[in-house]
């Protein structure tokens, strides 16, 4: 049971170049969801998948385009890249068996340069 | 709408002192409220959650957190820090399930450092 994986775990990407983040979890469940965390500001929301089919804008989505291929998959791609982008990206899943206070499981991250 | 404020951003104490991280929330809706750590180069783990059965809420290595609502407050703490408890927390608030789907609000983080 390897949880929330992420790939690559390090990119370095020039302005203007494309690449897509991928994030797998294999837990079955429901939502999905990315994050990025930049110093002192905590981590803000991309964009979320609340079901197989589904995805929303979060708090930070210019920039951003998401698919959620599967229910174990949701990926994040940045059409062309800003020096703005330059952050750590998280995936995470959040269980919905107990309701309304179920734990979101994060990936290790992958740390994004562009330069 | 919900925010999270998080008093310090860097906290520093003695092994065996006591630790106090300050999380302080802004919720239109009763809230979910979750501390998360952070160790260097690594995702976040769960450290413990506010489910309203208690308001005193125990989480994994041996931290604490109650929930005062009265002050908006969901301070964590544990009596005696310990080298390993080096790291970032995050206090997170969420207004569960329905339309709003889990999702996650963070404040900035709080870097605890231990001193020998």
């Known amino acids: 049971n390897a949880g929330v994986t992420q790939t690559p775990k390090f990119q370095v990407l020039k302005t203007g170049q494309s690449m897509t983040l991928q994030c797998a979890q294999d837990?079955?469940?429901?939502?999905m969801y990315w994050y990025r965390q930049d110093p002192g500001m905590g981590l803000r929301l991309i964009y979320y998948?609340?079901?197989?089919?589904?995805?929303d804008k979060g708090e930070v989505p210019n920039g951003y385009n998401v698919s959620r291929l599967n229910k174990r998959e949701f990926s994040l791609r940045l059409e062309s890249a800003a020096p703005s982008q330059t952050s750590v990206y998280f995936c995470?899943?959040?269980?919905?068996?107990?309701?309304?206070?179920?734990?979101?499981?994060f990936g290790p991250g992958t740390r994004l340069t562009v330069l | 709408a919900q925010s999270v404020t998080q008093l310090g951003s860097h906290v520093s104490v003695s092994e065996g002192a006591l630790v106090l991280l300050r999380c302080n929330y802004s919720?239109?809706?009763?809230?979910?409220l979750f501390w998360y750590v952070q160790y260097p180069n690594q995702g976040l783990q769960l450290l413990l959650k506010y489910t309203s059965a208690a308001t005193l809420v125990k989480g994994i290595n041996g931290f604490e957190a109650e929930f005062k609502k009265s002050e908006t407050s969901f301070h964590l703490t544990k009596p005696s820090a310990h080298m390993s408890d080096a790291a970032e927390y995050f206090c997170?608030?969420?207004?569960?399930?329905?339309?709003?789907?889990?999702?996650?609000?963070f404040g900035q983080g709080t870097i605890l450092t231990v001193h020998p």
């Open positions: 995470a899943s959040r269980e919905t068996l107990a309701g309304v206070t179920d734990t979101q499981y």
């Open positions: 997170a608030v969420s207004a569960g399930g329905g339309t709003s789907y889990g999702k996650l609000t």
């Open positions: 919720s239109s809706v009763p809230p979910y």
């Open positions: 837990m079955n469940h429901n939502s």
């Open positions: 998948s609340a079901s197989e089919g589904t995805t």
